[in-house]
């Protein structure tokens, strides 16, 4: 499938201590790379969809190791930039049953978070794209990055690509406030958002009804509600929200929805062991575009983001390494885990 689309963001080293050891008893590390819009590209370029990335990264042998794991994937890195000074790293420490898992990062000063605006040419960039993806970690970055994400928007909505943003809030970066405002505002240009239930009510005050009373009620109605306060608000086109229940560090039930503007399409629920969570809603916004871009079907998109997503906590490491005949199987219920002879 030969589908153009373009992620920017930042690719990150991760660092994390060997199984379930705390940060303060390793003695050693594990090394990989990923990064949220990164994790998406390769995602998509692994399902066949040509993929962009679009980042900045500092010319040393980390940003080297960056850009060859991105290639290895087959994603385009023609327009990565090379400069600034270092690359952001973060430190992940596996949770286990009560205790949850903790990052820490280290990006401040990365080579992204001072990209200027002449360092990309979206007109360029977006030359045979069809599908722009960007979440709201980038522009939470600071510096230029909030006018940089603008401009790409603009361009893109001025060429009649489709545009999808994965809220993805993150406590550690920015407040509730500033992130509401800022990505608002960038709503503005967007067709498809992707969003949890608990951001959609802090950052933007859409809360289902009922959910005061029950914070882990769920219905069709209340999807049905925030999905279209959503659309309303930012004249989107789809929402996507995706809903986890927490039962240990270790297990979740986890599924979705998708409104279309008709209707909401539910996915199954997934109850889940998992081996590494991140990555996982990267690997659902990555499975979600490849569901509307191969079917334009709504139940079968968000069917397919979800059992991408269960998958995801299956493999260690911020990439998704599946093939999409591996998602149908678990989209026809084979999810039993039996050995394949």
């Given at each position: ?308 997503c269960a998958l995801k906590h299956t493999i ?26």
């Open positions: 499938m030969a589908f153009k689309i373009v992620t920017f963001g930042e690719i990150m080293l991760r660092l994390t201590p060997p199984g379930y050891e705390r940060l303060m008893q390793a003695r050693n590390l594990e090394m990989i790379y990923g990064g949220a819009e990164a994790n998406v590209a390769v995602s998509l370029a692994r399902f066949g969809i040509e993929s962009r990335y679009v980042t900045k990264l500092p010319k040393n042998p980390l940003g080297d190791g960056a850009l060859d794991e991105l290639r290895r994937y087959g994603v385009d890195t023609s327009f990565i930039v090379r400069g600034g000074d270092r690359l952001g790293v973060y430190y992940m420490e596996r949770g286990a049953s009560l205790r949850g898992s903790d990052v820490i990062y280290d990006r401040t000063g990365s080579a992204i978070a001072n990209a200027v605006l002449s360092d990309f040419n979206w007109g360029e960039i977006f030359a045979g794209a069809g599908w722009f993806h960007f979440t709201g970690i980038t522009p939470a970055l600071g510096g230029e990055l909030f006018d940089i994400t603008m401009e790409a928007c603009k361009v893109a909505k001025a060429r009649g690509i489709t545009i999808s943003c994965d809220i993805n809030f993150r406590t550690k970066l920015w407040d509730a406030k500033t992130a509401g405002e800022s990505l608002g505002k960038l709503l503005e240009y967007v067709d498809v958002c992707i969003v949890n239930e608990e951001h959609a009510g802090e950052l933007f005050g859409i809360y289902a009804p009922g959910k005061e009373k029950d914070r882990d009620a769920f219905n069709r109605d209340m999807a049905l509600y925030v999905s279209e306060e959503l659309k309303e608000r930012f004249d989107l086109q789809k929402v996507a929200i995706t809903y986890r229940r927490t039962i240990s560090a270790n297990e979740n039930i986890w599924w979705a929805t998708l409104y279309d503007g008709g209707d909401v399409y539910i996915s199954p629920k997934y109850r889940i062991e998992i081996i590494d969570r991140v990555g996982s809603g990267d690997a659902f916004a990555a499975g979600l575009i490849y569901g509307l871009v191969d079917s334009e079907k709504p139940q079968f998109a968000v069917e397919f983001g979800a059992a991408c260690e490491g911020d990439f998704n390494h599946v093939y999409v005949d591996e998602v149908k199987k678990l989209m026809d219920g084979n999810g039993g885990g039996r050995v394949s002879r």
